[in-house]
């Protein structure tokens, strides 16, 4: 018996997961559960993470946590507890399958053009940080933080996955193009690691081109490696390929922690009714046995439910019209009248249980500060964000007061773009610049130089933040501003 924490969630959280597990017991899973307390309800006790201290304690014991949706409150400045849960132990990847399922109608369905994709989505970095800040009234700024480690760790996830499930391609979706650092350091690393893979075909799209080309020819595309944010909506994007969010399951998977879950919400507009479609979270459990290596249980479970929608049962979200639709009780009890039916359609092979993947153990060092640290590493220059409403001109002038000996100004831009010395009248400002400065000939610089210019510079403007610009040897550890 291998034990397993359990979060029911809110909503129809708690009605969908009583039905996954009725079917589990009925079907004599090997799993036991330890429900702990997490969600909306959590939160208006007063715990501010949405969790109490004994859930943390018994998911951080067991090592997988199987949940339902989970709603936070509005308007009370905390977190999503969703999110909380994916950072704090950190499953920094979140694998999303999508396949065509029989008696759920869709377009390709009907055009008979098989999907059966894979999404794997970073799951911590990227603007999901959340750090922002408000640089004037008018101007927000979020960082994006896409880090060498954390698209390592991701990116060898996705090979190790796509190697294991008999994968020919394995894409990344990516804006470098644009985004040549953050989206540039991701896609390097991607291809980095798939050296590592001959057997693997590897490739990249620009994420644009991906959407286009996902909702075109679908089948082209097998495993799909993308940052978080764009990886978060090119994932719904799938769901609707094949039928809805009410079809996708998912799974944060993590060294040491892994939470499976469905992809959608807590519905709060059917809650309580007894209504709601169990798929996606029995889906999600699924991905969970076969991750616990239950390869056994996993097979039959899903071939029951193929065998039950390919007759046509559904639940009032989906399926023919002309069929009256079903609750979630009777969904579940006719999944477990088909227990050891085979689907006409990609029945799953019955494979013999397997050694589970999941290592548990404490940290005692974080790999992840292994860092890729060079010698040959100077401060050339800094960017220094003003606050002003002034026009170029007049910025720069009070600018070159400031440079001394040691800087000279070499661009103003706004918003990303090159406004002096050169640029275009059509450019609209708004009442945020990004002043660089860089060393005079090369002269080298420190950071007590860069808080003597800050000194100075602060007597005429307000400054919002500030950029060391680095040097690695003769690269530049910076972008450009548009016409610079
Ligand atoms: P939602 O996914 O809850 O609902 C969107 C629509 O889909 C609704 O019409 C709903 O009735 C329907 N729907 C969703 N799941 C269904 C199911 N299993 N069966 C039948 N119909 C289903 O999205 P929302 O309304 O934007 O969000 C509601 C709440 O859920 C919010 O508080 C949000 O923060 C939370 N949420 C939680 C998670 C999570 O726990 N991982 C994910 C998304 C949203």
């Known amino acids: 018996m291998t034990k397993i924490a359990v979060a029911k969630g ?20 090997p799993l036991e559960y330890e429900f702990v307390d997490m969600g909306k309800w959590v939160f208006d006790k007063g715990f501010s993470n949405g969790m109490t201290a004994e859930a943390q304690e018994a998911i951080e014991r067991l090592g997988i946590l199987f949940k339902g949706p989970m709603e936070t409150p509005k308007g009370k400045g905390v977190k999503s507890i969703n999110v909380t849960a994916r950072k704090t132990w950190n499953t920094y990847a979140n694998k999303r399958t999508f396949q065509t399922l029989h008696g759920v109608d869709t377009v390709f369905s009907k055009a008979g053009i098989p999907i059966d994709l894979t999404i794997v989505r970073e799951n911590i970095e990227d603007t999901y940080g959340g750090v922002e800040h408000m640089l004037t009234h008018d101007v927000a700024l979020s960082r994006r933080f896409i880090t060498r480690p954390g698209s390592l760790q991701l990116i060898k996830y996705a090979f190790e996955m796509a190697k294991k499930k008999g994968t020919k391609r394995i894409t990344c979706g990516h804006k470098a193009n644009i985004m040549k650092l953050t989206d540039g350091l991701f896609l390097e690393v991607f291809y980095e690691v798939a050296k590592e893979y001959p057997e693997l075909k590897a490739d990249d799209v620009i994420v644009d081109d991906l959407c ?48 499976f879950e469905a992809v959608h919400g807590t519905a709060p507009d059917i809650a309580g009714k007894n209504i709601a479609n169990p798929t996606s979270l029995f889906l999600s459990g699924i991905g969970m046995l076969r991750h616990l290596g239950l390869m056994e249980s996993a097979s039959m479970l899903e071939n ?9 049962i559904h639940t009032g979200d989906f399926g023919d019209k002309n069929i009256p639709a079903v609750n979630t009780t009777v969904f579940a009890d006719a999944i477990i009248a088909n227990f050891g039916k085979q689907p006409a359609h990609h029945p799953r092979p019955l494979i013999k249980d397997q050694k589970p993947t999941p290592t548990l153990f404490k940290l005692s060092q974080n790999e992840m500060m292994v860092s890729a640290e060079r010698t040959d590493e100077t401060i050339c220059g800094v960017d220094m964000f003003i606050a002003s409403n002034e026009q170029p001109q007049e910025i720069a002038t009070k600018c070159l007061r400031h440079a001394g000996v040691k800087f000279k100004l ?12 050169t640029g275009s009248v059509y450019t609209n400002l708004v009442n945020q610049f990004n002043v660089r400065f860089e060393s005079l000939d090369g002269f080298p610089l420190n950071q007590q130089d860069i808080i003597g210019l800050y000194v100075s510079l602060s007597g005429n403007f307000k400054i919002c933040s500030l950029e060391l610009l680095n040097m690695w040897g003769d690269k530049k550890a910076y972008s450009l501003a548009q016409g610079q």
């Not at 029951?304 to 007759?311: D, K």
Request: charged share 15%; net charge negative.
């Open 304 to 312: 029951a439910l193929l065998y039950t929608l390919e007759n046509g």
């Open 212 to 259: 286009m080309k996902l909702v075109t020819r679908p089948d082209l595309f097998d495993v799909v490696v993308l940052t978080n944010l764009q990886g978060d909506i090119v994932s719904d994007l799938c769901a609707g390929l094949v039928g809805g969010l009410g079809f996708a399951p998912s799974a944060n998977i993590g060294d040491h922690i892994s939470i």
């Open 10 to 29: 809110d909503g129809i959280g708690p009605e969908i997961m009583d039905a996954v597990l009725h079917i589990f017991n009925t079907a004599k899973v």
């Open 410 to 421: 070499v661009s103003i831009s706004n918003r990303g773009t090159q406004v002096w010395p």
